[in-house]
Each structure stands twice: as C-alpha cells, then as structure tokens.
C-alpha cells in the first residue's frame, strides 16, 4: 500500500513514499545514503535540481527505473511542491488581508453610528456579536450583522457575508471586525 499524503511535501518524500511506495528511513537503508543526510535536504528545502547524481542513481536502483525517468518525476514533484507552496502563501496573504478589510469595516460601522449620534444603539448588538464570534455561530453572526447594518441603512458587504460560512474564517473575520467597532465606539472626540 502506498503512502496518500493530504498535503504535497519535499518532492524526496513524495517521491520515495508515492511513487516507490516505501518510507524515507527504508529508502535511505536500501541506499546506502545517511537518513541526515536525507533529513537535511529535506529540512533546507533542497531543490531537485541540486542534488547529487548517486541520489538519481539510487531512486532508479531501488524503483527499478531508468534514471531519467526518476529525474523527470522528481521535476514534477519539485513543480507540484512550488505550485502547493505558493497557493498556501496566497492562501495566507488572503486571510490577512481578509482581516484588514473586515477590522476597516468595522471602524467604518463605528463611525456611521457616531455620525448618526447612535453609538449606544451599537452597545447590545455588538454584545451578541461578540458571542457569535465566540461560539463560531454563523447564523447568529449574521442575523446580528444584519440588524447592526440596518441601523445605518448600509448593506453588508458581500465579501464579509461570504466569510461567515467558514469557521476558522468567521473568528479572524468575526473578531476583527468585532474589536475594531469596539475600539472606535469607545473612542472619546
């Protein structure tokens, strides 16, 4: 039985687990290369293109293949890896700048109340608000965004209506957002 990562690593260990279907410590027995020695290119992010012909030599031996195949799969696997990584980091940079967007909207809420002199008219929603967040309820969540968005006949916002659907995302975004109208409707002028 093959190794099924849920996630795409070093294209050493993608290659060794899936395509020869054995673990990295047997591999490293079976070629007589140090399991260091292979812990260390995979913790310093070795690229494919970097590593020494016995290593190539080695995973065709021990996968009975030519070596050039085993190069050219290891390239697909390093371009697999560089795809994974890059939408991960994209991934990250989203979620952060879901949580600027949503603590700007809040402020802006805060302020839309201050404007229209209903600041303690934000006090009891945003109290709920902040247990939605708490207990990562989505309906509640919305239902009380709802209710603060039409006080100052403003719609939601659709990319923060969309965000509540996740729960990880509901509590960067919830509370964001929720610390944000606190702070500005705390504020003194």
């Known amino acids: ?69 085993v190069y050219a ?3 697909s696997w390093q371009q697999k890896y560089d795809q994974y990584i890059q939408e991960r980091l994209q991934k990250i940079a989203d979620e952060k700048s879901l949580f600027v967007l949503a603590a700007k909207e809040g402020k802006k809420v805060a302020e839309a109340y201050r404007a229209k002199n209903q600041e303690d008219a934000l006090l009891e929603p945003v109290k709920r608000l902040g247990r939605a967040v708490e207990k990562l309820d989505s309906d509640r969540f919305i239902q009380t965004m709802i209710e603060i968005y039409g006080e100052i006949a403003e719609p939601i916002p659709t990319w923060l209506a969309k965000t509540v659907g996740k729960k990880q995302v509901l509590k960067e975004v919830g509370q964001a957002f929720y610390n944000e109208v606190l ?7």
């Open 183 to 189: 702070i500005n409707r705390c504020r003194v002028e």
């Open 1 to 69: 039985m093959k190794f099924k990562p849920s996630e795409i690593e070093h294209p050493i260990k993608m290659y060794i687990r899936r395509d020869l279907g054995i673990t990295v410590e047997q591999f490293g027995k079976l070629a007589g290369i140090p399991q260091s020695t292979l812990a260390t290119w995979i913790k310093r992010n070795r690229r494919v293109e970097k590593l020494p012909i016995n290593f190539y030599s080695a995973l065709a031996i021990v996968g009975r293949k030519k070596i050039e195949v």
């Open 73 to 75: 799969d290891l390239l």
